[in-house]
């Protein structure tokens, strides 16, 4: 199984609503990722966790929160977001090992996100 | 400042001719990849370069390595409109711990 899944596929949530976003891959990575990607743009990271533990978070602001509720799964929780927030969320997994396998990230679909 | 820049960044053709898009850098990598994204959906791997020089093949898309790991290129052969997409070069320069993408080439391959 060489894919990632993300659960919804779209969202459209007001600025006081809380939801979150789902990611899960069954290839045994360990490394797992949250992008944001506007429109015509390249992706931009977000959140990496490596073995279930944060690694780095790009100063996203707090209204992003992730979660890694083990090795396969990763959620973005989202509260009181704004409409500049609206984009492409994309998910993606590694290999938990500085080697080559490392930087080949596997992507999900997305979720399209629209704050209102 | 962005350290990859691709170029061109945006390519309009019709099918069955060549391109070639180019990934540049001042900075060394130990590999780069390469990603095609379509509209609404994630980007997808289509290779990793490793040895500097190093030339790889998948159908009609040929990719290079630079010889200093600073820069690769994508070459496709009479292209189609499948060939149509946002194309994105990736690596993680030094000793840098995040992969950092191209600034991305949107190919668009009409009839």
């Known amino acids: 199984d060489t894919e990632v899944t993300q659960t919804p596929k779209h969202l459209v949530m007001g600025m006081t609503n809380k939801k979150s976003l789902k990611c899960e891959q069954h290839?045994?990575?360990?490394?797992m990722y949250w992008y944001k990607q506007k429109a015509k743009k390249p992706p931009e990271l977000m959140f990496v966790?490596?073995?279930?533990?944060?690694?780095i978070n790009e100063s996203v602001p707090s209204r992003f929160s992730p979660e890694c509720p083990n090795s396969s799964l990763l959620n973005l929780h989202l509260h009181a977001l704004q409409p500049e927030d609206s984009a492409l969320y994309l998910c993606?997994?590694?290999?938990?090992?500085?080697?080559?396998?490392?930087?080949?990230?596997?992507f999900g679909p997305g979720t399209r996100l629209t704050v209102l | 400042t962005q350290l990859l820049e691709q170029s061109p960044q945006f390519l309009s053709i019709q099918e069955g001719e060549n391109l070639t898009v180019y990934c540049n850098s001042s900075?060394?990598?130990?590999?780069l990849q390469w990603y095609r994204q379509e509209p609404g959906e994630g980007p997808v791997l289509l290779v990793t370069?490793?040895?500097?020089?190093e030339v790889k093949k998948l159908k009609r898309l040929t990719f290079q390595f630079g010889d200093a790991r600073k820069d690769s290129s994508l070459h496709i052969t009479a292209a189609q409109p499948g060939d149509t997409g946002l194309y994105l070069c990736?690596?993680?320069?030094?000793?840098?711990?995040?992969?950092?993408f191209g600034t991305g080439t949107r190919l668009q391959v009409t009839l």
């Open positions: 290839m045994g990575h360990r490394a």
């Open positions: 966790y490596s073995y279930e533990k944060l690694s």
């Open positions: 900075s060394v990598f130990s590999s």
């Open positions: 990736a690596g993680v320069p030094g000793t840098a711990s995040k992969l950092t």
């Open positions: 370069v490793v040895t500097g020089g």
């Open positions: 993606a997994s590694s290999q938990g090992r500085r080697t080559v396998s490392y930087n080949e990230q596997f």
